[in-house]
């Protein structure tokens, strides 16, 4: 099967995704903030450069792309039907790096979050705020 697009098309079209201050990522910024917690951004010194750093709490929030990151029985995590064996290599090796990261934060002793783009959807985002909510508070008693 080839691809709908042209190549530069296509390129274009990948250049405008971003890696940093997604909608998803945004929207648990705002809650954060307005539930009285603040946040420093990407830190670069940490492993993996996290979304949300809370460092008086020493809570790490990533906001995970279901696509970008392979979010397993996801409805939003759909490999491309042309490339197929290298976007699911390069799939792989994010989910790798993903564990990886994970694994140096917690032997620094960071407590870690993720959050799915599809749970900040509209029939799930109260629930997973909420749930957010409640692990901050219950963790850093």
């Known amino acids: 099967m080839t691809d709908v697009h042209s190549k530069s098309v296509r390129s274009f079209n ?8 997604t909608k998803p990522e945004i929207v648990v910024r705002k809650f954060l903030y307005s539930n009285g917690f ?4 990407h830190r670069k010194n940490l492993p993996g450069t996290p979304d949300i750093v809370l460092p008086k709490y020493r809570t790490i929030i990533n906001v995970h792309g279901c696509f970008w ?10 490999l491309p039907k042309t490339r ?3 976007w699911a290599a390069k799939i792989e090796r994010n989910k790798k790096k993903d564990v990886e990261n994970s694994l140096a934060l917690q032997r620094d002793n960071w407590k ?3 959050i799915w783009e599809c749970e900040l959807k509209k029939e799930k985002i ?6 957010l909510l409640e692990t901050l508070v219950n963790q850093n008693i």
């Open 14 to 21: 990948m250049s405008r995704i971003k890696s940093k201050n």
């Open 38 to 41: 603040r946040y420093r951004l």
């Open 69 to 78: 990151h392979g979010h397993n029985n996801c409805k939003y995590y759909i």
């Open 84 to 86: 197929t064996e290298w």
């Open 112 to 114: 870690i979050i993720d």
């Open 126 to 131: 109260d629930f997973t705020l909420q749930s």
